[in-house]
C-alpha cells in the first residue's frame, strides 16, 4: 500500500528488491524535443488500456547505451496502492497524497503500472515504480497544474493519514528541475517526517492527454533519492510514439 509518507514507498521498494528486480541508472545525452513532444502531444487521444501497456517500459525496451543491466517488472493496480487512499489534511496538500494511492482528482481513464530496481553497482538500492496514465480532456492538465500549486504551498510539510487511517505525515516539500521532456513536466520531493527522514522523488512529466509518473528512491541512501533519468528519457519517448501512433 501506498502512503502519503515516504515511508511507506520505502517499504514496496524494499518488497519489489526482495522480488528480484535488479535495475540501475545510466547517464544519457540526449536532450528531447520539446518541440517534437508539443506536436505528438496535441494531436494525441486518450490512450486505452491496450495501447498503454505497449507504451510501458518493457525489458526489451532497455538495450543500448545506459541501460546496460536494467529490468522492468510489471505491477497491478492493486499492488501499486492496495485499494486505499492517502489522504493530506491540509486541502491545499491534497494533491501529492492522492498521487500516491486511489483518490485521483481528476481520475484517469486508465493507467498501468511498472517496477525498477537496482540491486548493484553504482546504483544500488535504487528503486521505485512508474504509472502511465490516460486522462480526459484537460484533466492531464488540471493535475499537473493542481501538483504545482500543492508544491508551492506545503513546501514546509503537511499532516496527512495512509490508506488504514495511520499517520504518515510529511516534514518538507521541495520543487526539483524537471527534465526538458513532453509537454510540461515537473519534479518535487518529499521527506518522510520520521526519524530517518527518509527522500522519495518525484517526476511527472504530461504528453498531451498521458502523464507518466515516475517515484524515486535509494534503500541504501534514503535521503539521496532520485528518479533515475535515463528511464524518464526511455519512457517519455515511448509514449511519444504511442500518441503518434
Not at 528541475?177 to 526519524?195: F, I, Q, R, T
Not at 541504501?220 to 519517448?237: D, G, L
Amino acid at each position: 500500500m501506498m502512503t502519503s509518507g515516504a515511508r511507506s514507498v520505502l517499504t514496496a521498494a524494499a518488497v519489489l528488491a526482495a522480488l528480484g528486480l535488479v535495475t540501475g541508472c545510466g547517464g544519457s545525452d540526449r536532450k528531447p524535443d520539446r518541440k517534437v513532444a508539443q506536436r505528438d502531444g496535441a494531436a494525441a487521444e486518450p490512450l486505452s488500456a491496450s495501447a498503454l501497456e505497449r507504451a510501458a517500459l518493457a525489458r526489451a525496451d532497455l538495450k543500448g547505451a545506459g541501460l546496460k543491466g536494467y529490468e522492468i517488472g510489471k505491477m497491478t493496480e492493486r499492488e501499486f496502492n492496495g485499494g486505499k487512499e492517502a489522504k493530506a489534511l491540509k486541502p491545499g496538500c491534497r494533491p501529492l497524497a492522492a498521487l500516491m494511492g486511489t483518490g485521483f482528482d481528476p481520475a484517469p481513464r486508465n493507467s498501468v503500472y511498472r517496477s525498477y530496481a537496482a540491486a548493484s553497482g553504482r546504483d544500488a538500492g535504487v528503486s521505485g515504480i512508474i504509472r502511465l496514465s490516460s486522462y480526459g480532456p484537460g484533466d492531464a492538465e488540471k493535475t499537473v497544474k493542481d501538483l504545482r500549486k500543492a508544491i508551492s504551498a506545503c513546501g514546509g510539510g503537511f499532516a496527512a493519514t495512509d490508506g488504514s487511517g495511520k499517520r504518515a505525515d510529511v516534514a518538507e516539500v521541495t520543487s526539483l528541475d524537471a527534465p526538458a521532456a513532453g509537454d510540461e513536466a515537473l519534479a518535487y520531493s518529499m521527506v518522510d517526517d520520521g526519524k530517518d527522514k527518509a527522500v522519495i522523488a518525484f517526476t511527472v512529466v504530461r504528453t498531451g492527454p498521458q502523464l507518466t509518473v515516475m517515484f524515486g528512491v535509494n534503500l541504501t541512501k534514503p535521503t539521496q533519492s532520485a528518479v533515475p533519468k535515463t528511464v524518464v528519457e526511455r519512457q517519455v519517448r515511448k509514449v511519444e510514439a504511442a500518441n503518434r501512433s
